[in-house]
């Protein structure tokens, strides 16, 4: 049987009502991820830290990393974790670093015991400001971390994953990552080329038995703004006099905009990566957006795949397509 054969036999029984007889059904235990490795790029703060934890209480072995260690919020997490008595390592990695990357997921399966079962690149950066005033220092940074720093870590886990013939790759996109803002800086352009990268990679480890799932989360009251801020305000004072005058009312805003009061509870992006990591394999979605609120990217993931199975179904790529989307 091939994996596109084999994911459609899964989903049909699912979709009859068998899903007791598929392997490892969230519902099973309330330990579901139990036995996994789950390896978290970001983890300082936000959704990264509360990942860790929640996963960790789930079952998992989690290898939280993060920058700059050592660092508080490392000891931070080291002692929630410790608490509770959860399987939590904490291990250096910046995304923008090729050395990092490669001696990170090194160590992050010496400590699961050899694959990484479960990555989530959770590691991202936000500027503001009109697109023109992005200068070549702002433009690389948040390419090479939010764009790179995934590729850079799918290449370091996916010769592991393939040669287990499993695993699953969590995206963290965003709402912007399909509509668009204006003043957002290049974040909906990095955001818009991480959809893409993991839509094609998505299809391309279907024969591997791989997943791929994009988590587009709106808004959270998370440190994402205050970095964000930090990042505009040294951007804006590098700006001429004549720059900031081509965009006096968004060039004002530049470091001053507050996401902190946001009432959504950013523990909605760990609980559905979680849920979506318990499915079984060929049965995960390829996106999910993530918000109690307003979810304007629904309608272009809906057409996008609609699109992508019309074009391609036909094709020599149509299996892979089709079992990605159907």
Avoid at 38 to 61: D, E
Avoid at 137 to 151: E, S
Avoid at 211 to 227: E, F, L
């Amino acid at each position: 049987m091939t994996e596109m054969e084999r994911r459609t036999v899964i989903k049909t029984a699912l979709a009859v009502g068998a899903a007791a007889t598929l392997p490892g059904p969230a519902t099973a235990s309330d330990k579901p991820l139990a036995g996994k490795s789950v390896l978290i790029t970001g983890a300082s703060s936000g959704f990264g830290y509360l990942g860790a934890l929640h996963y960790a209480r789930l079952g998992a072995k989690v290898i939280a990393s993060m920058r700059g260690l050592p660092r508080k919020e490392a000891d931070e997490l080291k002692a929630e974790a410790a608490k509770e008595k959860l399987d939590v390592h904490i291990i250096q990695i910046d995304v923008t670093s090729d050395e990092q990357v490669a001696t990170g997921v090194a160590e992050a399966e010496k400590i699961a015991g050899g694959l990484i079962d479960i990555l989530v690149n959770n590691a991202g950066v936000g500027y503001a400001g009109p697109i023109e005033l992005q200068d070549m220092a702002a433009t690389k940074l948040i390419f090479d971390t939010n764009v790179f720093g995934p590729h850079r870590m799918v290449r370091a886990v996916l010769p592991g994953m393939r040669k287990a013939k499993r695993g699953v790759i969590f995206n963290i996109s965003s709402q912007l990552g399909r509509v668009i803002v204006p003043s957002a800086g290049h974040y909906s352009p990095t955001k818009f080329a991480l959809e893409a990268m993991s839509e094609a990679m998505a299809y391309e480890l279907v024969p591997h038995n791989i997943d791929v799932c994009v988590i587009q989360p709106g808004g959270y009251p998370t440190k994402v703004w205050v970095n964000r801020n930090v990042l505009a305000k040294e951007l804006k004072e590098r700006l001429t006099a004549e720059e900031a005058a081509a965009y006096p009312a968004l060039v004002a805003q530049m470091g001053r905009e507050d996401g902190t009061t946001r009432s959504a509870d950013p523990m909605d992006v760990p609980r559905a990566i979680a849920e979506i990591a318990a499915m079984p394999a060929g049965t995960r979605p390829l996106r999910r957006a993530v918000h109690p609120g307003s979810k304007p990217q629904e309608s272009i993931n809906k057409v996008s795949a609609e699109t992508q199975v019309a074009w391609l179904g036909g094709s020599p790529f149509g299996p892979w397509v089709k079992a990605v989307h159907d």
